[in-house]
């Protein structure tokens, strides 16, 4: 029997869901934050600190909307080109062999914050462990966020819209 731990998806499954503010309406103090990576007019990257996988992007509208035609045209434009450069960077630094630009919208669809739509971006490798995630809530990230984000931050300093 081989275990595997993943301490930090504690604090997510146990938080008090009840007192949940929307984590991706913030201030512009908050855009400070050590793990917003980049941030545009109309959008904001940050690594998504309970990862599917090393290098697990979101892509986060500025504008509190469940529903993509909550977004202004130059907002979805420029999310489009920021997921697509966001993707650039995670092939350059984590040389992975696809990547995964993902949306859930609602409950049902896997949303785990549906009141704030959110563009995932997950870097994979063949023969990844995502086979995890299919089977139950464990998922496997072989790398600490302090370290994604040292691994990351050089490059997006250096985008310009
Ligand atoms: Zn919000």
Redesign the pocket.
């Known amino acids: 029997m081989e275990y595997i731990y993943a301490p930090w998806r504690m604090n997510y499954l146990v938080r008090d869901k009840s007192k949940d503010e929307?984590?991706?309406?913030v201030d512009s103090s908050c855009y400070e934050n050590k793990y917003v990576l980049f941030e545009a007019k109309h959008s904001y990257v940050k690594l998504n600190t309970f990862p599917y996988n090393c290098g697990h992007l979101l892509v986060i509208p500025k504008?509190?909307?469940k529903e993509l035609n909550g977004l202004s045209y130059e907002s979805g434009a420029e999310i489009m080109k920021v997921t697509s450069l966001s993707c650039d960077i995670l092939k350059k630094v984590y040389h992975c062999n696809a990547i995964n630009v993902g949306l859930n919208i609602g409950k049902a669809a896997g949303a785990g914050?549906e009141?704030?739509l959110h563009f995932h971006i997950i870097p994979r490798w063949e023969g990844d462990v995502s086979f995890y995630t299919v089977c139950s809530e464990l998922r496997v990230v072989s790398e600490i966020l302090d370290d994604t984000f040292n691994k990351l931050t050089g490059d997006f300093k250096k985008i310009k819209l």
């Open positions: 929307c984590v991706f309406c504008t509190h909307t914050i009141q704030h």
